[in-house]
């Protein structure tokens, strides 16, 4: 009896095992989905951070542009 008791504690030692790799590999993957989160939302504020700043600067080009070809234009119409 021994024998067989023994072979058994083996084998449900061998699905424990699984069982707790198995629970291992779900956390790493919930943690590298948070972090994936995380990364992305600070990568995304500073794209729309730059983005603005970019939007500003086109803003003020366009405005210098506008107001210098205004001034030259004078009712030419291959000015635009």
Do not use: W
């Amino acid at each position: 009896m021994m024998s067989t008791s023994g072979g058994m504690d083996g084998f449900s030692m061998l699905f424990g095992f699984f069982g707790l790799l198995y629970m291992v590999i779900i956390l790493f993957i919930v943690v590298l989905t948070i972090v994936f989160l995380f990364k992305a939302m600070s990568y995304m504020k500073r794209k729309n951070a730059a983005d603005q700043e970019q939007n500003e600067l086109l803003r003020q080009l366009l405005s210098k542009q506008t107001s210098s070809s205004i001034s030259t234009s004078k009712e030419d119409p291959t000015s635009y």
